[in-house]
């Protein structure tokens, strides 16, 4: 069974400094990878994705991710952080050639200080 | 474009009483989830559609949970009767493409928080 591990619960940083949300996972088959963010009192919103191709995945507002297989790992990046980027991460996985099925791990918050 | 629509957004119960979320997808859209998203988890898929007909309902607590997707458009879930733990944030998502279709990304809505009594 696949399964998410978010390392992290909390992550307190401050403005412009960098930071990396971790994430690892677990399937026993090839898997898509995605990360979605959270801000208070709204949906998810999806930052980016692993479908396949180049390991390095750029997405929304700066962020990026890097598939490593032999790692199991699909870790988020941001090399400066802004206030607004304060919300909840969730990473999420899902087998290839399933009907779409997301597992999502428990979250990560993201907190940016002045 | 208009996102996808949840109503409501709150509601409080009495235990063993029922509730009923509704959920508006984007327009187009042939998939459609609900998730239930307890305090301090990432969400937890309940029930998937492709258009009216149900893809994926294994997680769904058959013995109280229940929804449908009349003519493939609008949705509904239903809990009867609510139990103290059904207490969460209830998340619908659409989908343009076919169930399994990764390109296609999931749009979420704001999502419905129950909370039981």
């Known amino acids: 069974a696949q399964s998410v591990t978010q390392l992290d619960s909390q992550v307190p940083v401050f403005e412009e400094a960098p930071v990396e949300l971790r994430c690892n996972y677990s399937s026993s088959v090839s898997v898509y990878l995605f990360w979605y963010v959270q801000y208070p009192n709204q949906g998810l919103q999806l930052l980016l994705k692993?479908?396949?191709?180049?390991?390095l995945v750029k997405g929304i507002n700066g962020f990026e991710a890097e598939f490593n297989k032999s790692q199991t790992s699909f870790h988020l990046r941001k090399p400066s952080v802004h206030i607004s980027d304060t919300a909840e991460y969730f990473c999420?996985?899902?087998?290839?050639?399933?009907?779409?099925?997301?597992?999502f791990g428990k979250g990560t918050k993201l907190s940016v200080k002045p | 474009e208009a996102g996808v629509a949840q109503s409501p957004r709150y509601k409080i119960i009495e235990k063993r009483q029922s509730v009923a979320f509704w959920c508006n997808p984007i327009?187009?859209?042939?998939?459609l989830y609900w998730y239930q998203q307890i305090l301090g988890q990432g969400p937890k898929l309940l029930i998937q559609?492709?258009?009216?007909?149900?893809?994926?309902d294994s997680q769904l607590p058959k013995d109280r949970f229940s929804a449908e997707r009349l003519k493939g458009v609008d949705s509904t879930l239903k809990i009867q009767p609510a139990k103290l733990e059904d207490s969460a944030v209830y998340l619908c998502?659409?989908?343009?493409?076919?169930?399994?279709?990764?390109?296609?990304?999931?749009?979420f809505g704001p999502g419905t928080r129950l909370t039981v009594l």
């Open positions: 559609f492709q258009n009216n007909g149900v893809v994926d």
């Open positions: 327009s187009g859209h042939a998939t």
């Open positions: 998502a659409s989908s343009p493409g076919l169930a399994g279709l990764f390109r296609n990304e999931q749009f």
């Open positions: 692993y479908l396949s191709g180049s390991t």
């Open positions: 999420a996985v899902s087998e290839t050639g399933s009907q779409g099925n997301l597992i």
